[in-house]
């Protein structure tokens, strides 16, 4: 048997609607509470925008696609959810899709879809870089050194991230969708570790996961404020204009940076992911077991935890194994009240350095 430390599954998800999507290589699953109490399930494939091309495979280049992806097949994941949830359409709705269906027929959905998420790229530009960058042109009268000028935009787009971030997990709905995000992480995290997916284990297992999106995030903002620190033209329309072109360059330096992080326990890469860890604490919220559930179900339509647990960790699950599990093992290294990661991981690292 080996030990168990925590290894790479390269499984990943996203909270939806009272329900999460998890996806394993090109397969990925939405699972869905429904009103009636049972489980919503929808397995599907997804070979994103390039398939299999080389330009999937190119370090800093992919992280762009994988971002484009992350975006298609989130929408589609929350367009399924919201399924179980919408209300009757009005007559107005109605013939919106009717005219939709007319002029596109069975491309419409693609096509709204495609429209979703243009909106929604345009509306993140909108706040977190050309109102940054609008509100630091105010003080531009008073502070004429660029570069002072250029970290101050920066902090203050980290700040309004934050600050919407804030805002909206008061709202119900997200927060229920924070405690889904808990649970998808908390299912990761419990395979990752060496653990059966059963209830138990999920729940006792850690809601702060490495790869996460708002670590990915968070590190957009940080490395925007580094690249844009170096746009040293005095030209407003070519300041925005840099900056939009340096968006996929920042993406896919942050795809890059979290893809090494959540595959490396480095001292280095623990204290890197230490903010994005930080942010969780907002993002996600402790799940009901209702909830890791949901989460399960949509782990094991497209990941077979048992065998991954078998080659990984030495493990033979059966029915026993399961059962006792309930109260065998120990903590993860993560814990909800102590955001102590970093430190554990890190003198974990260096005991595992000695030892080799």
């Known amino acids: 048997m080996k030990k168990r430390t925590k290894c ?7 909270a939806v609607l009272e329900g999460i999507m998890m996806k394993n290589g090109s397969k990925y699953s939405v699972a869905v509470r429904r009103a009636d109490g049972g489980i919503a399930l929808d397995v ?15 370090p800093f280049i992919r992280g762009v696609f994988a971002f484009i992806d992350s975006l298609r097949l989130g929408m589609r994941a929350l367009n399924y959810s919201a399924e179980f949830f919408a209300e009757e ?18 491309y ?46 920066g902090v203050l787009r980290i700040l309004i ?49 490495k790869r996460c999106g708002t670590s990915f995030l968070l590190f957009v903002m940080l490395i925007s404020v580094i690249l844009f620190f170096f746009i040293t033209t005095t030209n407003p329309f070519l300041r925005m204009l840099y900056r939009i072109l340096l968006i996929p360059v920042v993406a896919g330096i942050s795809y890059e940076i979290l893809r090494l992080a959540g595959r490396s326990n480095s001292v280095i890469l623990n204290i890197i992911s230490a903010p994005g860890m930080w942010l ?3 993002t996600t919220k402790e799940p009901d077991e209702s909830m890791a559930e949901v989460a ?20 033979e699950i059966d029915e026993s194994w399961m059962e006792d599990s309930e ?26 350095q000695k030892e080799s």
């Open 161 to 209: 991230f934050v600050l919407y971030i804030v805002l909206i997990s008061q709202m119900k709905d997200i927060k229920r969708v924070f405690m889904y995000h808990g649970a998808e992480h908390k299912c990761i995290n419990c395979v990752e570790h060496g653990r059966p997916l059963t209830v138990k284990d999920v729940m006792r297992s850690s809601r702060f996961h």
């Open 44 to 58: 599907r494939e997804y070979e994103g925008i390039l398939g299999n091309s080389i330009l999937t495979k190119i």
């Open 8 to 14: 790479y599954s390269g499984i990943g998800g996203q």
């Open 89 to 106: 359409e009005d007559a107005q709705e109605s013939k919106f899709d009717q005219v939709m269906t007319k002029l596109f027929g069975k």
């Open 327 to 352: 109260s065998a093992g120990e903590e993860d290294d993560l814990s909800e009240d102590d955001l102590s990661f970093v430190t554990e991981e890190i003198e974990q690292t260096l005991d595992e």
């Open 296 to 315: 399960i179900a949509a782990v094991e339509a497209v990941f077979d935890w048992k065998q991954y647990l078998k080659d990984t960790f030495g493990y």
């Open 108 to 153: 419409a959905e693609k096509i709204l879809s495609a429209f979703a998420v243009i909106l929604a790229v345009v509306m993140a530009l909108g706040v977190f870089v050309f109102l940054p960058y609008f509100i630091t042109g105010l003080f531009r009268e008073y502070i004429r050194n660029t570069s002072l000028m250029a970290i101050i935009e």
């Open 280 to 282: 969780q604490r907002l």
